[in-house]
């Protein structure tokens, strides 16, 4: 039997978005900032893998990292295109890298936390074990492993897309003028669309992303990029300075807030990704939030956190079925609300900020045959 190495109070297992933000609001809240915590990753994370976009509303914890934000996006179809005023929001744009950085400075200057470099391998009742050792806290927070819980009515696709920074010679782009999405491409392959967010004339992040049940050939995200900036832009002349490739779950199958007493699931193992866009980072925020708000009361760490929002629950797995049934045009869908709402509304009903006014008229925007179907599909499976 391994010996146990050290007591600590709160063990994170993970230290990306959802680690590095629970410590983060520890740290801040007086109650918790001097918790002896340990924090465990298998990777030093210090590379630009992911580029995190969501938007708020007001001044959000992470705002002096942002690279940019913005107060207009262009939304593309076939049928409509528009750039929109998305205020009260602004889209934000967080690169990785910075917020990683701004984690492990936390991580210095706090002698109260320790990072370890490992494996984590198992994890049971108040215990992780790890390649080199085994620790004990009086509570784990879990980013590193989960399960799904699949039944059989689940819908599931996946998201996957991959982004290139470039940078070109002559100046291509408006950095005031995002694109949040372009589906005036092929949507042979699933539902499929182009994201562009240029942060100066000559340098930007171009996603492709599709909404489907499998992924493409390894090779066929680049082909299509280099197609797409070459020909449909018309810029011959770039250098990828970046590359991003990520896969993120759209499902409505249960992922367990926790594993026992002592182990709660945080980030996408918590459950944090939206199922219907992958939307997640805002979610991570409003979710470890509230966790360190619990402990700070001393009540249990997911207090409140599952009878947040039900409804969207539903309506996640309704506009899932919808896509995966394929009975419209995915594209048809955000056309149908991007054309006849305020930006607003629908970005609120996508952030879970929204109220009954908001939901009606978002249940009337959509294409009411397809979606009464899937909706009863879900409610009667
Ligand atoms: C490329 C990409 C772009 C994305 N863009 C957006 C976006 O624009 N907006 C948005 O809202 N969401 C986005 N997401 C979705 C989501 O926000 C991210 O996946 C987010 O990083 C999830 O946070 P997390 O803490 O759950 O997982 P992660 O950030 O992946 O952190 C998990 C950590 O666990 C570590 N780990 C894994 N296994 C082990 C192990 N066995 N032992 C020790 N450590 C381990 C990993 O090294 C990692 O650091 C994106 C995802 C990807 C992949």
């Known amino acids: 039997m391994t010996e146990i190495k050290k007591d600590y109070d709160y063990i994170i297992l993970g230290a990306g978005a959802s680690g590095l933000s629970l410590l983060h609001y520890l740290l801040a809240e007086p109650k918790t900032r001097s918790k002896k915590i340990l924090?465990?990753?298998?990777?030093?994370?210090?590379?630009?893998?992911?580029?995190w976009c969501f938007w708020e509303k007001e001044a959000g914890a992470f705002e002096s990292l942002l690279t940019k934000k913005w107060s207009r996006l262009y939304f593309h179809s076939p049928a409509f295109s528009k750039l929109m005023d998305i205020g009260p929001y602004q889209y934000k744009l967080l690169r990785s890298r910075d917020f990683y950085h701004y984690g492990h400075g936390l991580i210095k200057e706090h002698a109260n936390v320790t990072f370890l470099l490992d494996?984590?391998?198992?994890?049971?009742?108040?215990?992780?074990?790890?390649?080199?050792?085994?620790?004990?806290?009086?509570?784990?927070?879990?980013s590193v492993m989960y399960a799904f819980d699949i039944k059989p009515s689940s819908s599931h696709l996946l998201q996957h897309f991959k982004g290139w920074y470039i940078s070109t010679k002559e100046e291509q782009f408006n950095p005031e003028k995002p694109v949040m999405m372009d589906f005036r491409i092929p949507q042979t392959d699933g539902c499929s669309f182009i994201y562009i967010l240029p942060l100066s004339p000559t340098y930007a992040l171009i996603e492709y992303t599709?909404?489907?049940?499998?992924l493409l050939e390894k090779d066929a995200y680049d082909v299509f990029l280099q197609n797409y900036?070459?020909?449909?832009?018309?810029?011959?002349?770039f250098?990828?300075?970046?590359?991003?490739?990520?896969?993120?779950?759209?499902s409505n199958a249960k992922l367990a807030k926790r594993k026992g007493k002592h182990i709660i699931n945080i980030g996408t193992a918590g459950g944090n990704s939206k199922p219907s866009t992958g939307y997640t980072f805002r979610f991570i925020q409003k979710y470890c939030q509230t966790i360190v708000n619990n402990l700070a009361l001393h009540r249990d760490p997911l207090h409140g956190t599952t009878s947040l929002i039900p409804k969207f629950k539903l309506f996640d797995s309704i506009f899932l079925r919808v896509l995966k049934d394929q009975k419209i045009p995915a594209w048809t869908i955000f056309n149908d609300l991007f054309s006849k709402?305020?930006?607003?509304?629908?970005?609120g009903f996508l952030d879970e900020d929204s109220h009954l006014w908001s939901d009606l008229r978002i249940m009337n925007a959509v294409n009411k045959p397809a979606f009464l179907k899937a909706a009863l599909k879900e409610i009667i499976p």
């Open 341 to 347: 709402l305020p930006p607003s509304v629908v970005l």
């Open 210 to 214: 599709l909404f489907s049940e499998t």
């Open 239 to 250: 250098e990828i300075k970046e590359r991003e490739f990520g896969i993120i779950p759209m």
């Open 119 to 142: 494996k984590v391998t198992v994890m049971d009742k108040d215990r992780v074990n790890t390649e080199n050792g085994q620790y004990k806290a009086s509570y784990i927070f879990n």
């Open 229 to 237: 900036i070459s020909k449909e832009m018309g810029i011959k002349d």
């Open 39 to 51: 924090l465990i990753d298998q990777s030093e994370k210090n590379a630009n893998d992911r580029t």
